[in-house]
């Protein structure tokens, strides 16, 4: 019955956990590419946790629409709270790749781009599997209602009693089967 239940609260077309991960790893880590470079070129001008923080907040909202519409299912665009609850996530991501190159800078005196890129995407990507376990089963998960527009609410609605059967009246027992003739008749018809 949990099952059933379970598949009937997934949307069509809803993607499992390993296609739901693939489409996490093609759309966030696409972005969290992107933003690595873009770090790094608005680091030339800006200090770099500034350019971290910018390019940080700028590719959530990116990643965040990109996920509700391709890599749960959601179809459609995220909701404020998805957002919310997204840049929570990033807030966390952003604190761990700014802790791992502060390390880095107190460990190598002056690191090469390379260097840094190859920390900063380690950082990033440890932080991703975390951010997607937290998207899957708290952002995007499947257990928060959905605001009801009329046309879903009549889809939707259920009784919980059955509705009452029809009044039967008992049939005739002459209607339901042939009278057996009686009399010299039913000799003649015997024979």
Known sequence: ?????????????????????????LCGGGVGLASSFAVAALASWIP??????LITAASTLLATEL???????????????QHAQSA?????????????MLV???????????????VYLSASALTGVARYAVLRLVVFSRKHPKPATPARTARTVRT??????????????????????TGPAALCRAA
């Open 1 to 25: 019955m949990e099952t059933v239940q379970s598949r009937r609260q997934a949307a069509p077309g809803a993607p499992g956990a390993f296609a739901a991960f693939a489409r996490f790893v």
């Open 48 to 53: 770099w946790a500034l350019s971290n923080a």
């Open 67 to 81: 996920h509700a519409r391709f890599t749960f299912g959601a179809g459609g665009r995220a909701t404020l709270r």
């Open 88 to 100: 929570g996530s990033a807030t966390a991501a952003y604190a761990v790749t700014c802790a791992a």
């Open 104 to 118: 880095l800078h107190q460990l190598v005196a002056a690191p090469g781009p390379i260097l840094e890129q190859v």
């Open 160 to 181: 919980t009693h059955p509705a009452p059967a029809p009044a039967t009246r008992p049939v005739p027992a002459a209607l339901t089967r042939a009278a057996a003739p």
